[in-house]
């Protein structure tokens, strides 16, 4: 299954993420590393942007030394493990307009990244986005309570 996940699970890197959010994190790349899954990313995204950033805003934190630098090179390095797209694919008028009266451009990226995947899986902490969007295009945005819960038996 290839999915798409939000800056959640950078923001469960930074050092005033809570204990178990951070535990979520390094839950969440172990079980990737271990599965089949593959994550799949938009390469010039607010995701990218913020992994690099926090890389060097953070490096004396733990969870950006050791976990981040495993997601970077184990996941992200790895198209086993990580679809990078280069370029962003087209979203449909509706997506566009769904988007657009939500005000929900920001989050544009990862129905872009979304697109490709068979399955089309969003993993988000956005409520107000999952409520929203719900299965339009066939897009299934779920939420971390949810994905850990259904995925990794969390």
């Given at each position: 299954?290839?999915?798409v996940?939000n800056?959640?699970?950078?923001d469960?890197?930074?050092?005033?993420?809570?204990?178990?959010?951070?535990?979520?994190?390094?839950?969440?790349?172990?079980?990737?590393l271990?599965?089949?899954?593959k994550?799949?990313?938009?390469?010039?995204?607010?995701?990218t942007?913020?992994?690099?950033?926090?890389?060097?805003?953070?490096p004396?934190?733990?969870?950006?030394?050791?976990?981040?630098?495993?997601?970077?090179?184990?996941?992200?390095?790895?198209?086993?493990?990580?679809?990078?797209l280069?370029t962003?694919?087209?979203?449909?008028?509706?997506?566009?307009?769904?988007?657009?009266?939500?005000?929900?451009?920001?989050?544009?990226?990862?129905?872009?990244?979304?697109?490709?995947?068979?399955?089309?899986?969003?993993?988000?902490?956005?409520?107000?986005?999952?409520?929203?969007?719900?299965?339009?295009?066939?897009f299934?945005?779920?939420s971390?309570?949810?994905?850990?819960?259904?995925?990794?038996?969390?």
């Amino acid at each position: 299954m290839e999915f798409v996940i939000n800056e959640w699970f950078l923001d469960w890197h930074r050092p005033d993420a809570s204990a178990e959010d951070q535990q979520r994190a390094r839950v969440f790349v172990t079980w990737l590393l271990q599965s089949d899954h593959k994550i799949v990313l938009l390469r010039q995204s607010p995701f990218t942007k913020k992994l690099n950033d926090y890389r060097r805003q953070f490096p004396y934190h733990p969870m950006c030394q050791q976990y981040l630098k495993i997601f970077f090179s184990q996941i992200f390095g790895d198209p086993d493990k990580c679809r990078i797209l280069e370029t962003a694919p087209t979203l449909s008028e509706e997506m566009e307009t769904k988007l657009a009266v939500g005000n929900f451009g920001s989050d544009r990226y990862l129905f872009q990244s979304a697109t490709d995947a068979a399955q089309k899986i969003i993993v988000t902490t956005d409520q107000r986005l999952i409520r929203h969007i719900s299965l339009t295009d066939g897009f299934n945005l779920l939420s971390t309570d949810d994905f850990f819960r259904d995925y990794l038996g969390k």
